[in-house]
């Protein structure tokens, strides 16, 4: 893999990283952070830095943001992407597997 890849690769992972960790957790209610660090560390989920790794081809775009929530029984990483054409879609990942559930148009 080329160095500029990499690099590339490395900076969208830290940024990603940061959108999903940086955020506080309001009064009250447990922040994405906490939720995430807590199903990693019970095994209920793949770390985000292993999903970016196992996905971010499939991912089709820049990761612009991303969220950490329960839904039907799966916790599920959602990443709001910029395709390649400028489209903003969200593609929703089951946290235990890597494996791409959803993707939506926005």
């Not at 790794?53 to 990761?63: S, T, Y």
């Not at 943001?65 to 799966?74: A, C, I, Y």
Request: net charge neutral.
């Amino acid at each position: 893999m080329g160095r500029t890849i990499r690099r590339d690769l490395v900076r969208s992972g830290l940024c990603a990283a940061a959108l999903l960790f940086a955020a506080p957790a309001s009064a009250g209610r447990e922040g994405d952070h906490d939720r995430a660090r807590r199903a990693v560390e019970q095994g209920e989920a793949l770390p985000l830095s292993t999903i970016l790794a196992r996905l971010r081809p499939a991912l089709g775009g820049e990761v612009v943001g991303v969220s950490f929530e329960r839904e039907g029984g799966l916790w599920v990483y959602e990443f709001r992407v910029i395709g390649p054409t400028g489209r903003r879609m969200e593609v929703l990942v089951d946290a235990s597997s890597a494996r791409v559930i959803g993707r939506e148009d926005d």
